[in-house]
DNA sequence: GTCTATAATACGATAGAC
DNA sequence: GTCTATCGTATTATAGAC
């Protein structure tokens, strides 16, 4: 078990480093440093060095954070309140770190998108699960396949460019207005789509 | 002359390469050696150092595309054309560059808004300036103070996540999913407000 | 799986000449 | 304004012992 512990907090510490000072910020010195883990066991988890712990930690936080928005939706009382469930947890979260962190893998994607290219794979997978995610409830509530894999892109795009520019500003102003505006759409697209 | 000649390429080659590869990730050697500039005027134009050069260059980029905004809102035949040229002008340049190249602001908040109070400071500054260009468009619209400010905001919000998912998608399938549903809440906006 | 030591290089920043 | 040289330090990565 002492593996997984020790694994865990490579990637529990990386992502909290990532999310803050992005990723080409941040030292794999100050990853071990920080989750108090031995030097030698960062080339024994992560064989690949950094690029291999990036997109580890991008699956990491990327399936995590998957799990909550499919959480939220099964509990949510109707699509509306599941979507706005995403902004207000997002909400949640800058308030808890003082706007510190944003997304992992919107920082890791925004050092390394065009430098590497694995890691830029791993960073879309993610995305990608979100967006499956968002689609297929929405196709549940008989939205057509083409509608909702679009606005499923287009809920993705506003939470993440809302949780830069909230963090920019320090306010939840931003993620406010977008959870707001998302709405209008998302109530036009259910009023759109007939359940045929 | 040779005064702002030297600086402006600087500022040129800084805002391509903080796009591509992140503030982190761009090195004060790489940007002397590719804007073939002498080392010994980095600390001239910038005495302030890497944070000096990446608020500047945000203040750059930022003031670069206000000017751009501003004069689509001037040319647009109506404010939904307007907005909808902004996300046009974005998927032009990620095409040109082949997905290389995001938002300079967006790349430096991203990395350095938790870490260094100015640089943050600088972006947050931008991104104000573009809202209060997309606020006045819509007020001279009639539109309500409270509304046009908070709709400017989300697009701005919109627009810097559909750039990064493009990006790191490497599709423009992102942007043009955003520029559909911007438009869907501007035709809202715009109805709901009475010109009174 | 972990430890220590270290390689090789890149980093931001500075000094002093001109 | 620019040039050259260089200072510490931090970077990622590796080697070999245990």
């Given amino acids: 078990m002492a593996k997984r512990d020790t694994k865990n907090l490579f990637l529990e510490t990386s992502n909290r480093l990532f999310r803050s000072q992005g990723f080409s910020g941040t030292g794999l010195k100050q990853i071990v440093s920080e989750a ?27 399936n995590a954070d998957n799990e909550l928005f499919k959480a939220g939706f099964a509990q949510a009382k109707d699509l509306p309140a599941a979507v706005a469930g995403m902004f207000k947890y997002e909400i949640q979260h800058l308030n808890r770190t003082d706007f510190q962190e944003g ?15 694995p890691v830029r794979e791993a960073c879309s997978r993610s995305f990608a699960d979100w967006e499956e995610t968002i689609s297929d409830a929405f196709l549940e509530q008989k939205v057509n396949k083409r509608d909702a894999k679009e606005l499923a892109s287009f ?38 789509s007939p359940n045929d």
């Fill in 36 to 62: 108090g883990v031995p030097w030698g066991s960062l080339y024994h988890f992560f064989p690949g060095g950094k690029d291999d712990l990036g997109m580890q930690t991008v699956a990491f936080a990327g």
């Fill in 103 to 117: 997304c992992a893998v919107a920082s890791v994607a925004s050092d390394v998108a065009a430098v590497s290219e």
């Fill in 155 to 192: 809920i993705i795009s506003a939470l993440e460019g809302a949780t830069l520019l909230s963090r920019t500003k320090r306010s939840i102003a931003p993620m406010k207005n977008a959870m707001k505006h998302v709405d209008i759409v998302v109530q036009q697209v259910l009023k759109d």
